[in-house]
């Protein structure tokens, strides 16, 4: 069996930190964290804080061309991906696996036409972490990443699916393997274009979403559509599942906040695009209305052009 041993990781924000601390202390300088510039000389000079603990990282340049890595795990935002699939290319070898863990439902798409679909691994993240001030706090038993092939044979995993599997239990990475990696990722997005979007416009975090009956109603709406996409797709989404998402409210971390508030309260840009804009663009194209992510897509666009123009 392959063993993987050299890491590349491109974007340290919430879904990157995930990886850090157990990479980290695992591998040493051979997790090699992709960033160029002034990026590259702030984790230089300052590392990075995560759950209270500084880590000094091995930073590599874009245009650094060292021995290939064996995974390069990619964590940005969705508007930065076809940067970072510009910037991993001196790390890509023959035989370099390539893992997404971004947003949305067509990532793995997108890695597939720049590198073939030979190197693509299927993933999703599902943990609640909040940055401030450059610093990650989170709980890692309340959370975890899901990866696989696009279908998976619980007994008999492929190669590369077995050797990422061996490298996340040596370094304690907590993770789940499923049969369906489609369905895993369709099932998220429709979680995340709910709560995120519903909470982005209201500005209001998982606690309050969790007590007020007229968010969970705009949130379950907006699932609803992404529910009828799915299902015309022939992936096995239903009325249920919405029903589920919205009984485990009460479980998230009641004080943070979803990604795209964050964004919005930091005059960032949103992944609202990845989100409902997708759900509008796949409703025309399907000739399914979408109404409710209609409006938290230009909503949302209003609040970001509202900090734009108060500057």
């Not at 500084?54 to 930065?80: G, H, M, Q, T």
């Not at 910037?87 to 793995?108: F, H, K, Y």
């Not at 998230?252 to 930091?266: F, I, M, V, Y």
Request: aromatic fraction near 6%.
């Amino acid at each position: 069996m392959k063993k993987i041993e050299k890491v590349g990781l491109i974007g340290l924000g919430a879904m990157g930190a995930y990886f850090v601390p157990g990479l980290s202390d695992g591998l040493g300088k051979d997790l090699r964290i992709i960033a160029g510039g002034e990026r590259a000389r702030r984790l230089r000079e300052n590392g990075v804080y995560i759950n209270g603990r500084k880590f000094d990282l091995n930073i590599i340049d874009p245009n650094d061309r060292p021995e290939p890595s064996d995974l390069i795990i990619i964590a940005v935002k969705n508007y930065a991906l076809d940067k970072a699939l510009h910037d991993i290319r001196n790390q890509v070898g023959p035989d370099t696996l390539i893992m997404s863990v971004l947003n949305g439902v067509d990532s793995e798409e997108h890695v597939a036409r720049a590198y073939g679909s030979e190197h693509v691994i299927y993933s999703l993240m599902r943990i609640s972490i909040e940055m401030k001030d450059g610093r990650a706090d989170f709980d890692p038993q309340k959370g975890y990443l899901c990866f696989g092939d696009i279908k998976n044979d619980p007994t008999a995993l492929s190669e590369n699916v077995s050797a990422i599997k061996e490298l996340f239990d040596r370094c304690g990475i907590g993770y789940r393997i499923k049969p369906d990696m489609r369905y895993e990722i369709w099932l998220k997005f429709m979680g995340n274009v709910g709560e995120n979007m519903t909470c982005a416009l209201l500005g209001t975090d998982f606690g309050m979403l969790a007590k007020s009956p007229d968010a969970q109603s705009i949130c379950k709406s907006a699932m609803l559509e992404v529910v009828e996409l799915a299902r015309a797709q022939g992936i096995g989404l239903s009325k249920e599942h919405a029903d589920i998402q919205l009984q485990r409210l009460p479980a998230l971390p009641k004080h943070n906040r979803p990604s795209t508030l964050q964004d919005l309260e930091r005059g960032r840009p949103t992944e609202v695009d990845t989100f409902s804009g997708t759900v509008v663009r796949m409703g025309r194209e399907l000739g399914i209305p979408t109404p409710v992510n209609e409006v938290l897509l230009h909503g949302i666009y209003t609040l970001e052009q509202k900090e734009a123009l108060s500057k």
